[in-house]
């Protein structure tokens, strides 16, 4: 008799186990299986969208013309800020040979330029920085972070966190940082 109840346990058990794994077939396929992607897609075409409608009228003040100072930072600006580090990279180009002097478009320039991992070339931002003045402590956390980060050359980063905190720096969560990547290494 125990026979008989077992079998009938197990199929009754493998019965519901089928019907459990066909409701989740059927929920999927009503829902559609795709749909927290296709939500995550139209957020994105939304933002690409919202991009488009900002990038067009100043694409065609620079149209009208090309050395619109104000048109080149907004794009140079909208881009870094939705990561397009390579739609970025020609706008601080532009801004930077129009402004050698700036020292603001010189920072997001070597930032864009190690974002798409071009050590050198951001170096030399960071490098004219402190040419155009010694004092701007901050280019040395950021060849401090290139040099640990992209060349691995821990020794070159330490001597750049250091200079970096020899003074003061202006902003206190970058001084924080500055000390933490210092002693992290020691």
Same mark, same amino acid.
């Given at each position: 008799?125990?026979?008989?109840?077992?079998?009938? %346990?197990?199929?009754?058990?493998?019965?519901?186990?089928?019907?459990?794994? %066909?409701?989740?077939?059927?929920?999927?396929?009503? $829902?559609?299986? =795709?749909?927290?992607?296709?939500?995550?897609?139209?957020?994105? /075409?939304? /933002?690409?969208?919202?991009?488009?409608? $900002?990038?067009?009228?100043?694409?065609?003040? *620079?149209?009208?013309?090309?050395?619109?100072?104000? +048109?080149?930072?907004?794009?140079?600006?909208?881009?870094?800020?939705?990561?397009?580090?390579?739609?970025?990279?020609?706008?601080?180009?532009? %801004?930077? @040979?129009?402004?050698?002097?700036?020292?603001? $478009?010189?920072?997001? !320039?070597?930032?864009?330029?190690? /974002?798409? =991992?071009?050590?050198?070339?951001? @170096?030399?931002?960071?490098?004219?920085?402190?040419?155009?003045?010694?004092?701007? *402590?901050?280019?040395?956390? !950021?060849?401090?972070?290139?040099?640990?980060?992209?060349?691995?050359? %821990?020794?070159? +980063?330490?001597?750049?966190? /250091?200079?970096?905190?020899?003074?003061?720096?202006?902003?206190?969560?970058?001084? +924080?940082?500055?000390?933490?990547?210092?002693? $992290? @290494?020691?």
């Amino acid at each position: 008799m125990t026979g008989i109840k077992d079998n009938s %346990l197990r199929k009754m058990i493998i019965a519901m186990l089928g019907l459990g794994v %066909l409701a989740i077939f059927v929920t999927a396929f009503i $829902s559609g299986a =795709n749909a927290p992607q296709a939500k995550e897609r139209g957020t994105a /075409q939304r /933002q690409d969208t919202s991009l488009d409608d $900002s990038v067009a009228p100043l694409m065609a003040k *620079l149209k009208d013309n090309p050395n619109d100072k104000e +048109a080149v930072s907004n794009l140079a600006h909208i881009f870094t800020k939705s990561d397009n580090w390579e739609k970025a990279a020609p706008f601080w180009t532009k %801004l930077v @040979m129009m402004e050698p002097e700036n020292i603001g $478009s010189r920072y997001h !320039y070597g930032f864009v330029l190690s /974002q798409l =991992n071009r050590f050198p070339e951001a @170096m030399e931002q960071y490098e004219a920085i402190l040419k155009t003045n010694p004092k701007e *402590l901050a280019a040395h956390y !950021y060849m401090g972070m290139i040099n640990k980060y992209g060349f691995k050359n %821990l020794e070159v +980063a330490k001597q750049h966190f /250091q200079q970096a905190l020899s003074g003061t720096l202006d902003d206190p969560a970058l001084e +924080a940082e500055t000390k933490k990547e210092l002693a $992290s @290494m020691n």
